[in-house]
C-alpha cells in the first residue's frame, strides 16, 4: 500500500549516502546508551519496514528514526534550560509536558548537529509525540514506528498489538488515526494530562474522519 501521493519523493533530501548513515549511527551511539539506544535503533529498522509498505524513502525513514530521541536522556531540570539555548518558547503547562518535549528540543538540536538534513526530517522527529493535523508521510511513519516497533511491550496492551496488524493494510491518514486515538485513550485512562494543542489535532481528526452522525435527540427510545 503507498502512502499519499509520496511528496517526499518530489522534495529535495539528503542524499543516500552511507558515509553520513554511518555519521549518524555513531553520534546516536555516542549520545544514547541502555534500553533508550536499543529502541532508537529499533525505530529506525521498523521504520524502513513501514516505509516500504508506503513508497516512503527508507533512507528518510532510517535517519529519522536514529535521531528521533536524540534529547530524550535530557532530564525534567534540564529540558527548559534547553528549550532557552535552542530559542524556543515554553509552552503553557510545561511542568505536565516533559515527556514530549524532547522532541521539539531534540528537532531544533539535530539540525544544528547534522545542517544538511532536510525539512522532512527535522519535521518527523519534531512531530513524533504531539504529532499534528497535517502529517507528512514521513512524519506519521515515525510518529507509529515510535509507538509500535517490536521492542514495545505488547502484553496488556492490545492498541499496540491491533495496530502492527493493520500497518501496511490500511491507508496511513487511517493508521494515524488509529494511532493518535490510542494515545488518547492511554492518557485518558492512566489520568493524564493532555496538552490542549493535542485536544485540537484529536478534534480536527475526527472532523477528517468522521461525518457528523445524526444527533438521537428527541427520540424516546434511545438511552444515551
Aim: overall charge neutral.
Amino acid at each position: 500500500m503507498k502512502g499519499r501521493g509520496d511528496e517526499r519523493k518530489g522534495l529535495e533530501s539528503v542524499k543516500e549516502d552511507k558515509k553520513f548513515l554511518k555519521r549518524v549511527t555513531k553520534a546516536v551511539d555516542e549520545r544514547l546508551s541502555g534500553k533508550r539506544l536499543d529502541h532508537v535503533h529499533s525505530v529506525s529498522e521498523y521504520a524502513c519496514k513501514l516505509a516500504r509498505m508506503y513508497g516512503v524513502s527508507e533512507y528518510d525513514a532510517r535517519i529519522a528514526g536514529l535521531l528521533h530521541d536524540w534529547d530524550k536522556l535530557l532530564t525534567d531540570d534540564e529540558l527548559p534550560a534547553r528549550l532557552d539555548e535552542l530559542g524556543i518558547e515554553r509552552p503553557d503547562h510545561i511542568e505536565y509536558l516533559y515527556p514530549v518535549l524532547h522532541s521539539f528540543t531534540g528537532a531544533a538540536a539535530v539540525r544544528r548537529e547534522f545542517p544538511e538534513l532536510d525539512d522532512g526530517i527535522i519535521s518527523a522527529i519534531h512531530n513524533h509525540t504531539l504529532g499534528s493535523l497535517d502529517m507528512s508521510d514521513l512524519d506519521i511513519i515515525i510518529f507509529v514506528a515510535d509507538m509500535i516497533e517490536p521492542l514495545r511491550k505488547s502484553k496488556g496492551r492490545p492498541e499496540v498489538k491491533r495496530l502492527r496488524q493493520m500497518a501496511g493494510k490500511v491507508p496511513l491518514d487511517e493508521l494515524y488515526f488509529e494511532a493518535y486515538a490510542a494515545t488518547m485513550r492511554s492518557l485518558i485512562d492512566r489520568k493524564r494530562f493532555i496538552d490542549p494543542a493535542a485536544l485540537d489535532i484529536w478534534n480536527g481528526l475526527v472532523k477528517r474522519h468522521h461525518p457528523i452522525d445524526k444527533s438521537r435527540q428527541g427520540n424516546p427510545d434511545a438511552v444515551l
